[in-house]
């Protein structure tokens, strides 16, 4: 196999596991906002693991194929950039034990098996790092270490690869790697899979946070003296003291929003509560709301935060799409699973009457005269 159709080969691969990752991620990004990184995003962190495989020798090498295996430690500087290390073994009879003499880098009798050590160090880049499938390119440099070695048959070599990681949890991944290792004398190709465990902070993320409006004072009014002059006696001065009219702030009630377990998406129940909601506001135009969205206490603080946030968006998202109210009168916020409606005995119990009760939003919204 030539270089040029290697790579019109990974081209190909390429982009059916980018419309493969656009399928699985349609339904969750068209609600998640721009801003709002995904549980699947590495940026950050470390990803270790162990790998098994099958390695394929040219034919001339005079090799069996055979199995491999080794592990792999990498880094992700971007969402989409990151380096690996890469160490593998591949233990591997020769194939044709009839031959005899002497070839360049060709294995003959007496040499009955050969180990093979690899290291490499490579540069991934990942085309959907915040999806739950994310595909990738990867290429870098290393060196096959052979034993017994036959006419130095060590040698530097260059891989060029793709694959993809399918994220089974926040933080577990199995990943398919095919890769083609081009030596001094003989280019050779691999496929693993690998169990990866990513590990360490995530960088600080954006989020669409909004502030708590810091309290206001009011000065209390300070009587306003009056003077009135009578027309029968115009010398007559009264003084009134009257108190000038504070501002009324009236808090308009709404019925919650509630969602199913784990999701954002917005339910044909919750849409006609949505527009009940925006009626309300719609007879009071003066007022503005903020958007707040909870979890039930199942799962961790930072994903449940970012859970709320996402039904916050989404239910934002709808109103405005519907042209029930205009943006410039909505925020949101999310608050995770602290302030419960219901206190949940059991987190684990994901459909208790209280944990259904906690996933939700409300509308948080002031009127003021």
């Not at 691969?13 to 349609?26: G, I």
């Not at 693993?192 to 960088?203: D, I, M, N, P, Q």
Request: glycine share 6%; aromatic share 10%.
């Amino acid at each position: 196999m030539k270089i040029g159709s290697f790579t019109v080969c990974i081209m190909v691969v390429v982009a059916l596991l980018s419309t493969v990752s656009n399928v699985f991620a349609y339904e969750d990004m068209r609600l998640t906002s721009s801003l709002d990184r995904s549980r699947y995003d590495q940026t950050g962190r470390f990803e270790v693991g162990p790998f098994i495989g099958y390695h394929y020798f040219e034919n001339k090498q005079n090799l069996e194929d055979s199995f491999s295996y080794g592990g792999r430690l990498g880094y992700n500087f971007t969402s989409n950039l990151g380096a690996e290390i890469t160490l593998g073994v591949v233990n591997a009879d020769v194939d044709n034990k009839s031959l005899t003499g002497l070839a360049k880098g060709q294995y003959r009798s007496p040499t009955g098996s050969v180990d093979v050590k690899y290291y490499q160090v490579d540069a991934i880049y990942q085309f959907s790092p915040s999806r739950r499938l994310s595909p990738f390119v990867t290429a870098g440099i290393g060196r096959s270490l052979y034993s017994p070695n036959v006419m130095s048959n060590d040698t530097n070599t260059i891989n060029l690869g793709v694959g993809a990681k399918y994220w089974v949890k926040d933080d577990i991944a199995v990943r398919l790697d095919v890769r083609a290792f081009e030596e001094k004398h003989f280019r050779n190709y691999s496929g693993t899979v690998e169990l990866v465990y990513a590990f360490g902070s995530r960088k600080k993320r954006e989020s669409i946070v909004v502030a708590e409006p810091a309290p206001r004072f009011e000065p209390k009014p300070e009587p306003v003296e009056v003077v009135v002059v009578s027309e029968e006696s115009p010398m007559v001065e009264e003084r009134v003291k009257t108190v000038a009219a504070q501002p009324g702030i009236i808090v308009l009630a709404f019925e919650d929003i509630h969602f199913n377990f784990d999701k954002s998406t917005l339910t044909d129940a919750a849409k006609i509560i949505l527009r009940r909601s925006i009626q309300i506001l719609k007879d009071n135009p003066e007022a503005k709301v903020r958007i707040a969205g909870y979890t039930s206490a199942s799962g961790s603080e930072e994903y449940n935060q970012r859970l709320s946030e996402r039904r916050a968006a989404s239910v934002a998202k709808y109103v405005i799409e519907e042209g029930l109210i205009s943006p410039d009168r909505i925020s949101t916020i999310g608050y995770g699973k602290s302030n419960p409606a219901e206190y949940e005995a059991s987190p684990k119990q994901i459909y208790s009457k209280a944990a259904m009760a906690n996933m939700r939003v409300l509308f948080e919204t002031y009127l003021n005269n």
